[in-house]
């Protein structure tokens, strides 16, 4: 199972958590095509009780190559209409214990 995750969405400098935003993901290729097999923007959803925490499963049914690096956006906008926005790459590698893909921050 994929998911994608943003941990303590907060507020500029107030540091307030928000729990209120609209957050969505968009996996592309090197080619900035959106992947296939799955439905995008990705939209995240917020973990009831947490403090600024959003998440999604990923379908199993999105086609990802691992030699390719793929680009993940996320976007996020509060109720307020303070936005924010990221842009990771992203890497297919294989679990240690199963042979289920997962994608994972490149650095």
Do not use: C, H
């Not at 917020?46 to 390719?68: M, R, T, V, W």
């Amino acid at each position: 199972m994929n998911s994608v995750s943003i941990e303590l969405l907060r507020v500029g400098l107030r540091d307030l958590p928000v729990n209120n935003a609209i957050v969505a993901a968009e996996i592309t290729d090197a080619d900035g095509l959106p992947v296939t097999g799955v439905t995008q923007p990705i939209e995240l959803n917020y973990i009831e009780g947490s403090a600024g925490n959003y998440s999604a499963i990923i379908d199993d049914a999105i086609e990802l190559d691992k030699a390719q690096v793929y680009t993940i956006t996320v976007k996020a906008e509060s109720t307020e209409g303070n936005k924010a926005e990221w842009t990771q790459p992203l890497k297919v590698v294989d679990r240690t214990i199963t042979d289920e893909r997962k994608l994972s921050y490149v650095p």
